[in-house]
């Protein structure tokens, strides 16, 4: 019964639905064959991209399904405990007497975006500053308490559930956002195109534009000639015409990154704030910028800090 | 132990080592900011960044443990250009306030910063406007100097104390003092020699000083057990290099009339800390008796466990007692007014600071200086200890018993009160002087001591989380417990010279013991001039528990 749902999992070819990507029935082998006395499942709603409310969409639609992905788990894996790491801004939408029921701990958390990072919200969980954690070891060996654990997005579960019913199809949910569309959250088939998205959601704008992908602040800038690129990561997609300043959408992305970070790291930190100015100032110093994205590339601990010269780059190599 | 290579060079490393630390031991340099030997890696300056070959991208040499047959390199175009724009962006929140800054011409940001030729005002510094914090005119933190490393916050919870803490304000996390009633400061100033950017220090009278010297006041300086084999670390000397009579002359430069021995003091505690603790045993009271000469522990026993109070030994700390004596013996002896004497002691120490300021022991002395203060003051006044003729000591009061040196370390204590107990119940000379059960730099060393048919049964403890373990699960074992709140005692103090390490520590205290053992007189109760003090002078009950005994009582959050 254990490897049965493994074996579903892998068929089924899931991936973890928190923006990563990773195999989903991977983290839950590796959780079942560490040896240890006590495991533990988190299930992350913690959901900080900005822009984003796919996870708010699936627990106000399909709250009961999500539980019964965590209950699968819960069977599934020996001796084990689940958390909801939980965004204080979806409080309402979880039912929590039926979590006491059920034995399922509720954290809910205001730590900004780092703080939805798997090891981030470990710490949290153990009362510590919400940073995220050095690999190895992954959380999967050794992660909440120093337990295995298990950490999958509230997507994930619902999934689960839907492939032990034998219910799934390759679906992902997608959010698309832009001022000029009328946009939301859509289930729809995994690996479809920029454009196939946009024109069977009707979203594709009749003026000019260009989209970002993946992520509302550290996503990629796509132009109209990409919009055959499948979207990955995190399904969302922002749709921006020419029209629209693109300084006030990389002055919402810096605030909202100087704001998200932990602060560890001198370039995330500091660069980041410098980004902001500049920005701000609509006086980019390009010289310095790239010196700025050079180290946060190769000096960021995380994989947050590391990405953040994405969305600039491409929207200043492509859009201005 | 594996096989590596560090630009180039085969190293054999133990594989339990960081990677910067191997590359400083084989002579390679890294240069790192947040990076502490005490602590764990904290990972964020980026400035020790290395590349290591087949892996993408570059790794931080603190943080990253080696792998057999790993190559690293070190000092790429890359690594050198990230390196650059890292300290860049770490000046560009740090406000330089070079002049008073306890690194003194040793600041590692500034000294990298020249030699990389940086902009260090590249942008405005983005905390110039950030709070100063004073904890009760001892201690300061000036945020906007702080680098966000977060080294002085681990060494406050290592503390057990955690009065520092990691806060969100607006958009960034900030260094703040705790507001929970149940946490204060109590002033130890391991933050102050575990924080990189000088945003720590101690407050410094020094300006007052000078202004009592200009006024012709008969100003009399007193060093503590462990400035000696510190301060010359300030004039690039080696670690533990032994510097007295050089010191004595700059201080005598700076206009001091008269400059004593604290270990002289100490040698007087030991003799009444030894008497207490055998009044103590035979009557069966208070026990286990603590020391007290740590100020900080003092303040910790009454903030966080007052229940302990009678317990502390009522005897004052050296340098309280010296001062004391000054104003009074020695006063009297060269016919000068004790309102006219300003007595200024090198501590090694922040909370030496508080504890002047105590209402109970006011008077005794007036400034405490800590040694980094005072290598300042000599800078200022261009006096190189290097160069400078060294001067005899100032034999009223300025030798020490072996045993009054060695105050300065860790378990000092407790072997010089050890060998007064042998001594005095014993009454010979004693077969053995040296107690090495109590030296070293464990945080917890215990040892039973038999003199007779007396057994002693003896803690030596420094840290103060230690303190608390010993207190909290081991309270009854003990007869005499020594706490320094300070690692390795105050050696490893919070007024010592920056950098600090287990090694640095280490070859401090060495030089102490290397005192000690070329002392001839290692026993306080065979100092002639303690001998004298007592013969002349302390011959009243009354004056000896004026001069050498005080009180403690709780103290309620005063930061």
Redesign the interface.
């Known amino acids: 019964m254990k490897t049965d749902i493994i074996q579903k999992l892998k068929e089924a070819n899931l991936k973890g639905r928190g923006g990563a990507g990773f195999p989903t029935y991977l983290k839950w082998e590796s959780v079942l064959n560490s040896k240890a006395p006590k495991k533990y499942i988190i299930c992350n709603a913690a959901e900080g991209e900005l822009d984003l409310a796919k996870d708010k969409y699936i627990l106000e639609n399909y709250f009961k399904e999500v539980i019964s992905g965590i209950q699968i788990a819960l069977e599934t894996i020996d001796n084990s405990f689940a958390y909801i790491y939980l965004n204080k801004k979806y409080s309402s939408l979880v039912d929590k007497e039926l979590l006491k029921s059920l034995n399922i701990t509720l954290i809910e958390e205001d730590t900004g975006y780092i703080g939805g990072e798997e090891s981030s919200a470990i710490n949290f969980i153990e009362g510590k500053n919400p940073e995220p954690r050095k690999r190895p070891p992954f959380v999967s060996e050794k992660g909440l308490f120093n337990m295995p654990t298990l950490v999958n997005n509230v997507e994930t579960f619902y999934y689960v559930s839907k492939i032990a019913k034998g219910d799934y199809q390759g679906e992902r949910f997608y959010m698309i956002v832009g001022e000029k569309i009328k946009g939301g959250v859509y289930e729809l088939k995994e690996g479809m195109s920029i454009r196939e998205i946009l024109k069977e959601t009707n979203n594709y704008l009749d003026v000019p534009f260009y989209t970002q992908i993946g992520g509302g602040a550290v996503g990629e800038i796509m132009i109209e000639k990409e919009f055959d690129n499948l979207v990955s990561g995190e399904g969302f997609i922002r749709v921006i015409s020419y029209e629209e300043d693109p300084y006030q959408l990389m002055e919402k992305w810096a605030e909202f990154l100087v704001n998200g970070n932990c602060d560890k790291c001198t370039a995330c930190r500091e660069g980041t704030y410098r980004i902001l100015e500049m920005v701000k100032t609509r006086k980019l110093d390009l010289k310095v910028l790239d010196e700025i994205f050079l180290t946060l590339e190769k000096t960021s601990f995380c994989a947050l800090g590391k990405s953040i010269p994405t969305p600039f780059r491409s929207l200043i190599n492509k859009v201005i | 132990m594996i096989n590596i290579q560090i630009d180039g060079k085969k190293i054999i490393a133990d594989e339990k080592k960081c990677i910067l630390e191997i590359a400083r031991e084989n002579g390679i340099k890294i240069p790192s900011l947040c990076y502490h030997s005490d602590n764990s890696p ?5 400035l020790c ?1 290395i590349e290591i070959e087949g892996r993408k ?2 790794f ?1 040499s603190c ?1 990253t443990y080696p792998e057999e047959g790993m190559i690293i390199r070190t000092k790429t175009p ?1 690594i050198l ?2 390196r650059k ?2 300290l860049e ?2 000046f ?2 740090h406000a330089e306030k070079c002049g008073d800054c306890i690194w003194n011409n040793r600041c590692r940001m500034l000294n990298l910063a020249k030699a990389w030729g940086l902009h260090i005002n590249r ?1 405005e510094d ?1 905390k110039k406007d950030y709070p100063q914090y004073d904890f009760n005119n001892v201690l300061t933190f000036d945020s906007s100097k702080c ?2 490393c977060s080294n002085c916050v681990e060494t406050c919870e290592k503390q057990g104390i955690g009065f520092l803490e ?1 806060k969100k304000e607006g ?3 900030v260094v703040t003092p705790s507001k929970d009633k149940n946490k204060d400061c109590v002033y130890c100033g391991q933050c102050v020699v575990h924080c990189p950017s000088g945003s720590f220090s101690g407050v410094d009278p020094s300006l007052q000083i000078e202004k009592e010297i200009k006024n012709n006041k008969y100003v009399v300086f007193q060093f503590a057990p462990a400035i000696r084999t510190s301060i010359g670390e300030e004039f690039e000397m080696e670690y533990g290099s032994v510097v007295i009579e050089k010191m004595i002359a700059g201080i005598k430069k700076l206009g001091a009339k008269k400059v004593f021995d604290v270990s002289v003091g100490a040698d007087i505690v030991t003799i009444e800390e030894a008497n207490e603790l055998i009044e103590r045993l035979t009557k069966k009271e208070k026990l286990p008796m603590f020391t007290s000469c740590c100020p900080a522990w003092v303040k910790f026993v009454e903030f966080y466990k007052p229940e302990l109070i009678p317990n502390l030994t009522e005897v004052r700390s050296p340098h309280i007692v010296l001062g004391g004596i000054i104003k009074t013996y020695f006063a009297q002896k060269e016919n000068i007014k004790p309102e006219d004497i300003v007595v200024v002691s090198v501590m090694p120490c922040i909370s030496k600071k508080y504890e002047i300021q105590r209402k109970e022991l006011k008077g005794s002395v007036d400034y405490v200086l800590t040694t980094h203060e005072l290598a300042r003051m000599f800078l200022k006044n261009k006096i190189d200890l290097n160069s400078i003729e060294g001067e005899p000591r100032d034999e009223i009061l300025g030798i020490p018993s072996g045993a009054g040196v060695i105050f300065g370390s860790s378990g000092g204590v407790a072997e010089s009160a050890t060998r007064t107990a042998c001594f005095k119940l014993l009454n010979k000379k004693l077969d053995k002087i040296d107690f090495k059960e109590f030296r070293g730099e464990e945080e917890i060393k215990e040892a039973t001591v038999e003199i007779g048919e007396i057994k002693i049964r003896i803690a030596v403890v420094n840290g103060l989380l230690n303190a608390r373990k010993i207190i909290e699960n081991h309270l009854r074992e003990f007869d005499y417990i020594e706490v320094m709140s300070c690692p390795h005692g105050c050696v490893g103090g919070g007024g010592q010279p920056v950098p600090t390490s287990r090694e640095i520590r280490r070859k401090r205290s060495e030089g102490l013991y290397q005192i000690d053992e070329n002392e001839e007189i290692r026993i306080a109760d065979e100092n002639p001039i303690v001998q004298k003090i007592y013969k002349d002078f302390l011959t009243d009950k009354n004056l000896i528990k004026k001069i050498c005994y005080t009180h403690f009582s709780k103290k309620e959050k005063e930061n």
């Open positions: 904290k990972e964020g300056c980026g960044v991208g570059l931080t943080g890359e250009k990230v724009t890292n962006l770490l560009s929140q942008w983005r680098i966000n990691i958009s960034f996390h």
